[in-house]
């Protein structure tokens, strides 16, 4: 064999082995979305793209983005739907987009509601903003799309889902007598949920640990939905492309712990809420229990306050089986306590509200919880 040979020979050999080492515990059933190629016995080439898959599987290289996760990566957009002189403002949940709320925004606007979705800087999925964009930014940021829709709308109710519910409740602090209402959906204060990854534990310890805060959690199924085929189409989705309608396949730490940060302001503030509060939570749940709907109902001021329990649902309310049910109780909640004018639907009725065994409702001061 010449000289030549020979190297070529050993280049072989050595990426062969190479590929081999990278492929042990890769991680591959944890990065089921990432194709194998199959590698042909003396093919440098294709033991190369091997190796290189098994670093992506591994998560130290990325791989070039599919057409699907280029169409899911582009930048997010608000979601803004023209209807009548009261506006209700949502905010989706952290790593996530408008598009979790879809359902529920398109629903008010046909019952006549001027509907806005937001998406914000460092909160929302595919908009990373800056290094210090934390809490107190997207705080911010969510007050100010308060102030522009009040200046659009005669009145505004406010709301949100997981973290974005917790934005909902800081606009109604800051702006009490503003808020006509507040919505809270799948309220999290406190990541105690049945399904939830023994890692979530140690976020209190790993703020202390800087190289941490750019650490990842990956999503898991049942990805916050109860309803199996849902399930199975939003599991296509993350595989696909990373994120989903029920958001993103994975958390950054630290904006877990600005999420923590920011349950703690809710919790010190919200006794300054007075405009009427609507909490829908699953008795199932499995990312944040009830407790947390449950702290917030007994914490605020509001003189009426309405607790919805869901039997048949998950973490993802405003897409799971019971959505229906979701965009009933907030219609006819704000049917209720909105002005006539501001609750109308254009063919002038009300959504009315139905009575059940899973709504707890009475008047604040006479509120007593576990």
Known sequence: MDLLSRKVSRQMLSTALLSKALAVDDGASRYEHVAKTPVRRGNATSHARSAEEALVRAGLRHSDPTPAQRRHHARPTSLHLHGGSHGVLLFHGLSSTPAELNYLARGLNRAGYTVRVPVIEGYSHGLAGHENSGHHKWME??????????????????????????????????????????????????????ANPWTRHLL???????????????????????????????????RA???????????????????????????R???AIKAPTLLI???????????SSFE???????RHVKLVLLSNSYHMISIDGERSRVLSEMKGFLGEHLGPEEASKPDGSH????????????????????
């Open 281 to 291: 939570h699953a008795k199932e749940d499995e990312s944040a229990s009830p407790r």
């Open 241 to 267: 492309s990373g994120t989903s309608d029920a958001g993103a396949s994975q958390l950054r730490v630290r904006d877990l712990l600005e999420a923590q940060r920011l349950a703690r302001v809710v919790r």
């Open 204 to 238: 209190h310890v790993l703020r202390y640990l800087p190289v941490a805060r750019e650490m990842r959690i990956r999503e898991r199924e049942p990805f916050g939905i109860k309803n199996e085929r849902l399930r199975a189409m939003v599991a296509a989705q993350m």
């Open 296 to 302: 917030v109902a007994k914490g605020v001021s509001s």
């Open 141 to 194: 940021s969510a007050l100010a799309a308060f102030d522009d829709m009040r200046s659009r709308c005669s009145t505004v109710s406010v709301g949100g889902l997981c973290i974005g519910s917790l934005l909902a409740l800081s606009v109604s602090v800051a702006r009490p007598s503003l808020t006509s209402a507040t919505l809270g959906l799948s309220t999290t204060l406190h990541y105690d949920g049945w």
């Open 351 to 370: 959504e009315p509200v139905h009575a059940n065994t899973d709504v707890f409702t009475q008047m604040k001061h006479a509120a007593r919880f576990a």
């Open 269 to 271: 503030s919200m006794h």
